[in-house]
């Protein structure tokens, strides 16, 4: 394994005194560091399972340099399979979504059901001397982990993960009331996507956690009354905005504070 010294050198004594160095924003060895261990090992959202609701349904994702296809197999099965040719790694897929019974490679014709299997490949006898050579009964690779959590559909390339309810711990809470709105549940559309050049924890922290900025950039939504709190309040405690160690959320929201009361207002009245 790499030596990642020169890479954390100054940043845990910096964080642990409250500053974050402006270096690690475009420090590629620490990309290459967090690569390996944060996204290398966590489970990354990829697809909802509405966006995939037929047989032969497929969409495209990516989790860093790797693209998959999500696919609903002729079995009813979701599948996360590597977007890659068994034969020379030619990209299988190159739509972003589709419904397909099989995938042909573009390159050489190999072809895969949508469960994985390989069930084409050309001149196998000629080129091969047939299974002898290259058995046939092989398939696209898989995700190493694959998991879903009330229709979310998660991947994680370590094949030692823990399980995805436990990885998710209590933010299963957060995810259980959002996506229980309704009997019905959720339906994705699709992702809209934006390419920024920018280091991607810039933009964890403006959705994860600055609400400071709302007030300013996004002035509208505040007037229109979208925030419990009076607007007042909100920029008096900074808390509120970007949470300090210690702080409470914003909307008064936790699990342990929270769980039963929002299971009583979800218990049916008549």
Known sequence: MADHGAALDGVTGAVRRGMIPAHIYNDNALFDLEKERLFGRAWMFMAHESEIPHEGDYVVRRVLDDSFVIARD?????????????????????????????????????TYRNDGRLTGLPFHRE????????????????????????????????????????????????????????????????????????????????????????PHTHASIVEIGLFREPKAQKRKDGATYWAHRGAEPPTNFHPAASRNACAMSATPTT
């Open 74 to 110: 002729s079995d009813g099965a979701v599948r996360a399979m590597f977007n890659m040719c068994l034969h020379r790694g030619m990209q299988l897929c190159r739509a972003e979504m589709g419904n397909a019974s099989n995938f042909r490679c573009p390159y050489h014709g190999w």
């Open 127 to 214: 080129a091969y001397g047939g299974d002898a050579g290259f058995p046939k009964d092989q398939t696209l690779l898989s995700a190493p982990n694959l998991a879903s959590y009330n229709g979310l559909i998660f991947v994680s390339l370590d094949a030692r993960a823990e399980p995805l309810e436990d990885y998710l711990g209590d933010f299963r809470f957060y995810l259980d009331y959002y996506t229980k709105q309704s009997a019905g549940g959720l339906e994705v559309r699709g992702p809209q996507r934006w390419r920024i050049k920018a280091n991607w924890k810039i933009g964890a922290e403006n959705f994860a956690g600055d609400m400071y900025h709302t």
